[in-house]
């Protein structure tokens, strides 16, 4: 037995989370920089909530919402130079995966004179300022997380970044932002969520503790399913949902990601297809080549979410994701061989060569 | 669903994790005071093997083995001005609880002018050196925690004190240095161990994640239970003891513990019994009061137990531990006086009241 354990990130969950917890903001600084979309932050009203705490405790802020779905490194270029002109003391990430991880880049390159593209390096000079994050989503666990994933158009893919300095400090986790998201989000970001349980659960970097947690976000997958299915969503699940994906924040912050999310990126790079609904496309195909490996996991994984088998898994996946894109045998290729530049194929329970991604590819 | 989740400790668990993770020591500065007691640093091996790692990084250090079981207000005291003395960066507690605990107060006080009495107001003007915590025992879970625990003889009884500051920066958790320890001592820690997830489990600020870490926990005990009661152990089983002593210690970093260790601490204190089997004698009577307010959660124990039921956990307690000792009526009285003067009485999931705590203590 051998692992490490540590979520340095102090989350606070429940509804009105932040005005009960707010004297957490007022030891981070005078100053707060809100990196945001949009959309999410303003309609699910964590925005208002943050901003009135902010006021109350007499903290200045600027809201920098320029964050666009799979964010740029060019956008964080900008955001960091925002926090810099208005000395920000802190940063403040509100809203999906992409507002948040752009929220740690932001805190990195306040302080720190580098360019994005050493952001990579993961070696920073100065400590990243501290990050508060607020999902409106559930489905990242970015708020949970050091990840920081950025598009780079010079790769063609989406890439990450994160060290134990880019832990956001606190996170605040309450499931009536997520009721403003439409329910196409709210299934593919479930299906996200749930696929860093799986992947975590599954793959080669899984620890005795990550696994608990993993399998506890999965069971609450299970528990949902159905009624995501049906269309049918309660506030309880809502906060089952949130606390998942909290849950596949704290395994993956362990294990890392595996080939679902790898070969993923593509699907949303080149097709733009939302970064859940891509993982969710692949997951079948996923757990049936590594099944021979990972025979009694992935049973019990069809148990806790009372699947028969993984074709009855797949069938319910094409209910709440609709069909997977045909993809022609140059797209084929042309992912494949990006997937195998990602250390997420290193991470796999079984060996992966190019072919078996193409397979897989081509079988979704 | 309300709750908070934190793990700010940096837990390494496994054989030989100081020296895999020993670049970890070279951040937290040049000079360290080992903060241990008189016995299980040294025959642990733990000690060398630390010493060692210090050498090798060129940071200096001291050895401040004065920590007694059941640690004192003046034993802190000349701790923290030992670390004064040499100027110390940081602290290394080794050994059970007692010596763990102890470096927690020595870390606040080698940086804060005050009394250790001062301690228990949890209010330190300069924030405590940072902490490394290397437990020679399964049991205290301390190597996780913000605990710290020490004799006050103006009160009579044990007081705790601890906050977010407080939690070890690095644990190291190497079975091996639970092999030294006499069996008697391994059974009482670990009963300990699986006092935490049991009161983490059944108290009032349980939490959903506390829950799969406390069952995790009370799955290990079953586990060995059996093995431990015939005096049998084997390597297999202290790995799951240290990792289910990691898992109470993270849950009652959460939840608090309740009247086991309230009422328990009388026993130590008055009759000297070790701490961990103070709480077995008390167990089975804390779960037949509580019966029928968390009869579910109970009944789930006994079946992670493998137990019929509390007459039969009683047995296996008392095959265990031995028989608790019996009480007169005026040491009943006493203990459960000083009892409700504990905070853990207000987390019992069954309100308290004092002849409760008699009555508890008088069936033994």
Same mark, same amino acid.
């Given at each position: ?6 979520? /340095? ?26 990196? $945001? ?9 964590? %925005?208002?909530?943050?901003?009135? *705490? %902010? ?7 600027? &809201?920098?919402?320029? @964050?666009?779905?799979? /964010? ?33 880049? &932001? ?7 580098? *360019? ?11 400590? !990243? ?5 607020? !999902? ?22 989406? &890439? ?7 832990? /956001?400090?606190?996170?605040?986790l309450d499931p009536r932002y997520t *009721? ?55 506030? *309880? ?5 949130? =606390? ?5 924040g704290v395994v993956i912050s362990h ?13 949303? =790079?080149? +097709? ?28 019990? @994984?069809?148990?806790?979410? +009372? ?10 996946? $094409? ?19 990006? $997937? ?10 079984? /060996? ?12 979704i």
């Open positions: 037995m051998q692992f490490k354990f540590h979520m /340095p990130t102090k989350a606070y969950f429940g509804t009105g989370c932040i005005s009960q917890n707010s004297s957490e903001l007022a030891l981070l600084g005078k100053q707060a920089l809100i990196v $945001t979309g949009g959309h999410s932050a303003r309609e699910s009203g964590a %925005l208002t909530d943050i901003c009135n *705490e %902010l006021t109350a405790l007499n903290i200045g802020y600027a &809201v920098f919402d320029k @964050v666009e779905n799979n /964010p740029s490194t060019d956008t964080v270029k900008a955001g960091g130079a925002e926090a810099k002109r208005i000395g920000a003391d802190f940063i403040v990430g509100i809203g999906g995966g992409s507002p948040l991880d752009a929220s740690k880049a &932001v805190a990195v390159l306040a302080v720190n004179e580098i *360019e994005p593209v050493e952001l990579f390096t993961n070696k920073f000079t100065t400590k !990243p300022l501290p990050i508060v994050a607020i !999902p409106t989503t559930a489905g990242t666990g970015s708020e949970v997380t050091p990840y920081c994933i950025l598009t780079r158009n010079d790769l063609q893919t989406k &890439v990450s970044f994160g060290n134990a300095d880019t832990f /956001p400090s606190i996170a605040f *009721e403003s998201q439409p329910f196409g989000v709210t299934v593919n970001t479930a299906v996200d969520a749930f696929s860093h349980c799986l992947e975590g659960y599954l793959g080669k970097r899984r620890t005795p503790a990550s696994d608990i947690l993993a399998l506890e976000g999965i069971s609450l997958f299970g528990r949902c399913l159905g009624d995501l299915k049906a269309a049918k969503i309660t506030y *309880e699940h809502r906060e089952n949902l949130l =606390y998942m994906s909290m849950l596949g294990t890392g990601t595996t080939i679902v999310h790898g070969a993923g990126y593509n699907l949303t =790079y080149f +097709k733009g297809i939302p970064h859940g609904k891509a993982n969710g496309f692949l997951m079948t195909e996923y757990m049936r080549f590594n099944y021979d490996y990972a025979r009694d996991r992935i049973d019990n @994984v069809m148990k806790l979410l +009372k699947m028969g088998n993984l074709d009855e898994f797949g069938e319910a996946m $094409t209910d709440l994701l609709g069909e997977a894109p045909c993809l022609d045998e140059a797209e084929i290729a042309q992912y494949a061989a990006i $997937t195998m530049t990602q250390r997420s194929t290193a991470t796999n329970i079984r /060996p992966v060569a190019v072919t078996d991604i193409a397979e897989i590819l081509r079988r």
